[in-house]
């Protein structure tokens, strides 16, 4: 191997940022951190926990109950509307029962 032309070789590892886990592992980028991982990822633990970083489950259910209060407000609408009474159509008026 040539001297000089590779890459500094660190072995800081990697950090978990929600539950602190540190596993020694060599790179060539200093300080490398990732989300989740296995110790505290719901799939491997078995617990139903939900990691919310950016705010997505609160979107999620901001828009899903925009979402069915717009699908109730529709079907109060089909149902006042089938309520009333239908029109005779201007044929059957004019011609009678037979068309």
């Not at 978990?16 to 991982?37: F, H, P, Q, Y």
């Not at 139903?48 to 970083?53: P, W």
């Not at 699908?71 to 109060?76: I, R, V």
Request: hydrophobic share 30%; with cysteine.
């Amino acid at each position: 191997m040539k001297k000089g032309i590779h890459p500094q070789y660190h072995m800081d590892g990697i950090v978990c940022t929600t539950c602190g886990t540190r596993w020694a592992i060599g790179s060539t980028r200093r300080n490398l951190r990732v989300e989740i991982c296995s110790n505290c990822h719901p799939f491997y633990t078995g617990e139903q926990r939900i990691v919310d970083t950016a705010g997505q489950v609160d979107r999620f259910m901001r828009r899903l109950s925009t979402a069915q209060a717009h699908q109730a407000d529709l079907e109060k609408r089909r149902e006042a509307r089938n309520q009333q009474p239908q029109k005779q159509s201007l044929l059957k008026e004019l011609y009678g029962e037979d068309v």
